[in-house]
């Protein structure tokens, strides 16, 4: 397997040529995404901008709802924010969701290429990794906050290239993923913990973000590794729609 990484949202990508995607924005898309399908959600569509939202949940208004966030906080007249504490099986059961935020659904538009895309999350990193372990090439995504690099996701491409190579001993790494598998052994060790995660976030761009704007319980929520092993798989592009694939 070629296995690259693409630190921050500016980088080249070459995604056309790899056979899979991995979007990851920890803080928080990628892990509502999981938090939402692994609570019964029937499919969620990622949009880019609110108006096309607006619009794809008209369709069907009353069994859908309309998620997301601008500047962290959820739109006016949508139904859920971009919270995993909001995505209970009581609101999100059976329902299609229709979700927008700044960086999260940017990055699943820029990987859209890819044969395969899935999003990724420390709740369902190593389901995710050994679902795709013998892939020939794969690409991680790190959505990044605002165009800049972001800590949380470089540290969830480090954990997902850990696992990759630990699975696969034919892993060619580029250089970004060598430096982010090494970032992540050194600090975590294989002692990694939700505890120890969630203290590693407040270090973050995205982090501090959100303990600024009072969502800092949000950051053990993101950090809850391998507590929802399920894939969170895109099944159509244009729209892009992910179902749950076990
Ligand atoms: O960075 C953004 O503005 C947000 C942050 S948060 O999820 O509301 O904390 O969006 P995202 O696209 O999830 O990074």
Redesign the pocket.
């Known amino acids: 397997m070629k296995l690259y990484t693409s630190l921050s949202p500016g980088s080249r990508l070459d995604v056309e040529r790899v056979d899979v995607a991995l979007v990851i924005?920890v803080?928080?898309?990628t892990t509502v995404m999981t938090t939402a399908l692994a609570k019964g959600a029937s499919e969620i569509v990622t949009c880019l901008t609110v108006n096309e939202a607006v619009k794809l949940a008209a369709r069907d208004r009353k069994n859908t709802l309309l998620c997301g966030?601008r500047?962290?906080q959820k739109i006016d007249g949508f139904d859920l924010g971009?919270s995993p504490a909001e995505y209970s099986s009581d609101r999100v059961d059976g329902k299609t969701l229709v979700l927008t935020?700044?960086?999260?659904?940017r990055a699943i538009a820029t990987a859209a290429l890819a044969r395969a895309v899935y999003a990724v999350s420390f709740l369902n990193l190593t389901r995710t990794a050994q679902h795709i372990r013998n892939q020939k090439s794969v690409l991680l995504v790190c959505?990044g906050?605002?165009g800049y690099l972001t800590g949380e996701d470089v540290w969830l491409a480090g954990a997902i290239a850990d696992r990759l190579t630990n699975l696969n001993p034919s892993v060619e790494s580029c250089d970004s993923t060598a430096i982010v598998i090494n970032a992540w052994r050194n600090r975590f060790g294989h002692r990694e913990t939700t505890d120890s995660i969630a203290r590693t976030f407040r270090e973050t761009r995205?982090g501090r973000?959100?303990i600024r704007l009072g969502?800092e319980d949000d950051l053990v929520r993101c950090a809850a590794i391998d507590s929802l092993p399920i894939l969170v798989q895109r099944v159509s592009r244009e729209p892009s729609r992910f179902t749950s694939g076990g």
């Open positions: 924005d803080l928080r898309a966030e500047a962290c971009n935020t700044t960086n999260g659904t959505a906050t605002d995205g973000n959100l969502f």
